[in-house]
């Protein structure tokens, strides 16, 4: 470079340093112009954050940060924390935890009892307890601790809070009085063009597998009477993922690309959807025929099951094995779309006709609804880097629960919730509160981790994000969170040491058993299918049978997930010319001249069937059943803290990591720990959730080898 150009190339900066400026001073002024818009809409009485948000391009949090008029006046949350921060926990990207309690900590709580430890007849050789290793310090900026502060709602104080403990009025979940209708349906291999339709394959030529080109050459070979497509294989929503910034992108203009003599389904009678689900790997194409009441869907098959290997005709036998398997307990069982429909309608008949609940089960108000929302996490996800790992494992044993949640519906909090406050919880002898927390509650709680802890945490804690938790270990810090009986009762009778917890207030349900005879029916239907997959004489068979005790699986996951009627973002897509379909609540996001693409906000419909407390307590005793549960055949405990300290890796929902093997027995009953994954070392510690997975993958791949070695089959 010479001088000239050297000059001329700073003339050029200085140009962009300007524009920068303006650009600055631009932004600074619309948003100012968007803060003032927010604060005119928080005047109408009827405003909402979560409406808000979205067409602002803001977190809830930063609107009611703005506003603080339109946080929900009955969610009042705890004040954040201002006190100097202890180092990093163990977990990965973990926040960091005040030592001291808070201002808002300092609301006066009652403190549970202390229980009994777990142990057993013939106790397994107690870790021993090491110092813990010091903990990295890591110098946060201020941005970052802002970033941190985010407080879990309370209930009002006084008959304010009082009011949420009642129920929705003339809203509660009943037994249907009608019989589901099936769907006929045709199974494709969009990369093969394999088609099988009942008992007939047909070979199909997809062209570049276009919507179009997929519903022509379907309905060229098949009648016109099929409603649903499954693909097998292939993901054509993805073909064109590489010209497109998102995933998302590419799902909706495949979904949306124009399909001669077909249209966008806006919907039909009651089951009114307002075009496709733009989902990035499993969408929802819906499709109605030009001056016709012929209506179809294109879903994915890996809704399911992973079909990765598995034929058309395989499938389609998995899915025929499925609803016959599920007949023998519903007569009237129908296979729906999804396996969260398919769960939840065959849960609506099992509710009682007679007896306590024969008006169904009644709904919690929107308060509590929200309260559980906001503070009852699902799956345990967490990576423990280094140093509290080694850098170098001695090896990576992946142990995963089977069929982990039908273990725990057997009880679940049924009818009105009692409020027990810290002075109600004070007053009960230890008797009633061992009860009480061992029974269906959910608990506002202070938590002191013990002061020589040095074992992975119990309780989780709120870390940054809308639905991120994390699970403070760090000996001696105090944080405010909410948790599921289980958990407070597995923090209170771990096999180490008692943490300390005080009950600020909490939610007690009567015990009932809502979801047991449907858990049963379903495991009954595993068991069998499972069975098959293991004895059948034809291969083929074996693997239908397995996709099929994975479909029964993924009824009951996706089943009590559904309960939860989590308020969530839908993105949908519908054509310019039925521009009045789009949700009045809907925030556009893109359009062309052919469609456009919305999101919004669901929020908390009038749903029947939203039982968030059910799904609470299902995910709360999966997660202490990661820390301790008790093998009665056996006569003794498993978990994650039954290892010793410092050997725990990850958790992932069902799974746990550690660094060597357990002797844990295994039935292969629902719950039970199976030996999935053996990596032998060393191994680098991962530090990322990839890294994790790809040793994940290698350790399965060389247990799975080592297996086929010492049984002696090729």
């Known amino acids: 470079m010479d001088a000239k150009t050297y000059a001329a190339a700073l003339g050029e900066l200085r140009v962009l340093r300007d524009d920068i400026k303006k650009a600055q001073t631009a932004l600074a002024r619309l948003e100012a112009e968007r803060d003032k818009k927010i604060t005119m809409l928080a005047d109408y009485e ?31 949350a705890d004040a954040a924390p201002t006190e100097p921060v202890q180092p990093a926990t163990v977990t990965e990207s973990a926040p ?133 497509i499954y693909i097998t294989a292939g993901d054509p929503w993805h073909r064109d993922a590489d010209r497109h910034p998102y995933l998302k992108d590419a799902v909706a203009a495949w979904l949306n690309a124009p399909a001669p003599g077909w249209r966008t389904d806006t919907g039909r009678g009651k089951d009114r959807m307002a075009g496709h689900f733009v989902h990035p790997r499993n969408p929802v194409g819906r499709y109605q025929r030009d001056n016709s009441e012929h209506h179809v869907e294109i879903r994915s098959a890996g809704e399911w099951f992973d079909t990765t290997a598995a034929t058309p005709a395989i499938v389609r036998d998995a899915f025929v094995l499925l609803w016959t398997t599920l007949r023998s307990h519903w007569p009237d069982a129908v296979i729906m779309g999804s396996p969260s429909q398919t769960g939840r309608d065959l849960w609506t008949r099992t509710i009682p006709e007679r007896g306590q609940f024969a008006d169904g089960y009644p709904v919690l108000s929107e308060e509590l609804r929200g309260l559980l929302h ?117 923090a209170l009778a771990n096999p180490l040491q008692p943490w300390k917890i005080e009950i600020l207030d909490g939610l007690l349900f009567d015990d009932g058993k809502p979801l047991d005879d449907w858990s049963r029916k379903l495991k009954e239907a595993w068991s069998r299918l499972t069975a098959q997959a293991q004895l059948h004489g034809d291969p083929a068979q074996r693997t239908a049978a397995h996709l099929a005790s994975r479909a029964v699986r993924a009824i009951l996951l996706y089943g009590i997930g559904s309960f939860a009627q989590r308020p969530r973002m839908v993105t949908g897509s519908t054509p310019r010319t039925m521009e009045r379909d789009v949700p009045q609540d809907a925030e556009i996001i893109a359009f062309d001249d052919h469609h456009i693409t919305w999101e919004r906000p669901t929020g908390f419909t009038r749903d029947p069937y939203a039982h968030p407390e059910w799904a609470a307590g299902v995910w709360s005793s999966a997660r202490a059943a990661l820390l301790s549960q008790r093998m009665r055949e056996d006569n003794t405990y498993v978990g994650a803290l039954h290892a010793p ?33 053996h990596l032998a070392g060393p191994v680098p510690a991962p530090t990322t959730e990839d890294e994790l997975l790809n040793l994940r993958d290698a350790g399965r791949a060389a247990l799975q080898h080592r297996s086929t070695d010492s049984s002696g089959e090729v």
């Open 96 to 228: 960091v935890q005040a030592t001291e309690a808070t201002e808002a900590d300092e609301v006066p709580g009652a403190l549970a009892p202390a229980l009994t430890p777990r142990s057993t007849a013939d106790p397994e050789p107690r870790p021993t307890v090491e110092p813990a290793p010091t903990p990295v310090t890591i110098a946060a900026p201020a941005s970052a601790l802002m970033e941190r502060e985010r407080a879990l709602p309370s209930i009002p104080e006084g008959p304010d809070g009082d009011n949420w403990f009642t129920h929705t009025p003339n809203l509660a979940s009943t037994h249907p009085n009608f019989t589901q209708q099936a769907r006929t349906t045709v199974f494709l291999d969009a990369i093969t063009g394999t088609l099988v339709h009942r008992d007939r394959t047909t070979q199909l030529g997809l062209g570049h597998g276009s919507v179009g080109e997929i519903l022509t050459a379907v309905f060229h070979a098949v009648p016109e009477g099929v409603e649903r």
């Open 46 to 76: 009827k405003a909402k954050a979560e409406r808000i948000a979205p067409a602002a391009g803001l977190s809830l949090a930063e609107v009611v940060s703005r506003v603080p008029a339109l946080a929900p006046a009955t969610l009042t």
């Open 645 to 677: 300290p410092g050997s725990v890796v990850a958790f992932r929902t069902d799974a746990v990591y550690l660094t060597g093997p357990q002797n844990w027995p295994y039935h292969g009953q629902p719950g039970d720990y199976l030996h999935k994954g």
């Open 374 to 490: 906001a503070t009852a996490g699902q799956g345990r996800t967490e990576l423990i880097t280094p140093p509290q790992v080694p850098d170098q494992l001695p090896a990576l044993v992946e142990y995963d629960r089977t069929f982990a949640y039908a273990k725990h519906t057997w009880k679940s909090g049924v009818g009105t919730p009692r409020r027990i406050t810290a002075t109600t919880f004070a007053t009960w002898s230890e008797k009633e509160q061992t009860k009480a927390l061992f029974g269906c509650g959910h608990w506002h709680v202070r938590v002191t981790v013990p002061t020589d802890w040095n074992h992975v945490g119990i309780l989780p804690a709120p870390a940054p994000g809308d639905r991120a938790w994390h699970y403070p270990a760090t000996a001696g810090t105090t944080f405010t969170t909410w948790a599921g009986g289980p958990e407070i009762y597995t």
